[in-house]
């Protein structure tokens, strides 16, 4: 299987074909390398079709390697594409938070809140805020500070997300 060519595939819409790239990358750690380094690329559609991918496998039950994880991870920054930082953003909770990222990631996560015109990402920034802040106590004030704002400010939709992040954890 050429990864790229049948990530290439994907039109945008129709998620078939990243279904059948999902099967056949389920327990192949290369392949899941591969599709690590597809998200980096330069074209939107191949980054939507990897992270797609990707958030599909670990939902399918396979575990990353540490490693893989902190490679999945550090793309939430450099991903180019909405719908591949929401993939990355709603993976993020699944998979193992190395300690030497929780502030980086954290720092990432948060200016999404201001910089990021796209409901759905702002929304799972959220999200995502808190499952970092539920590993790393040190960090759970100011994401306190900032669901605090958000159940202010945001839209309902994003609030709604919010609410649900917040069931998940004792200490907000």
Not at 65 to 73: P, R
Request: net charge negative; proline share 2%; with cysteine.
């Amino acid at each position: 299987m050429n990864l790229l060519s049948e990530l290439k595939k994907f039109d945008g819409k129709r998620i078939q074909p990243l279904e059948k790239i999902a099967l056949q990358v389920a327990g192949d750690s290369q392949l899941v390398s591969l599709l690590i380094g597809a998200a980096e690329s330069d074209d939107l559609r191949t980054q939507t079709a990897a992270t797609w991918v990707l958030r599909r496998v670990r939902e399918d039950g396979h575990a990353f390697s540490d490693a893989q994880c902190s490679e999945i991870l550090k793309l939430i920054s450099s991903v180019d594409d909405w719908e591949a930082r929401l993939h990355l953003l709603q993976l993020l909770p699944q998979i193992n938070l190395p300690k030497d990222l929780e502030e980086t990631l954290f720092r990432t996560i948060a200016n999404f809140l201001d910089s990021e015109e796209n409901k759905f990402v702002r929304a799972w920034s959220y999200n995502a805020l808190i499952s970092i802040a539920d590993q790393a106590s040190q960090l759970r004030d100011e994401t306190s500070r900032y669901v605090s704002r958000g159940q202010r400010e945001e839209a309902a939709s994003i609030k709604a997300r919010i609410r649900n992040a917040a069931k998940q954890v004792d200490w907000l």
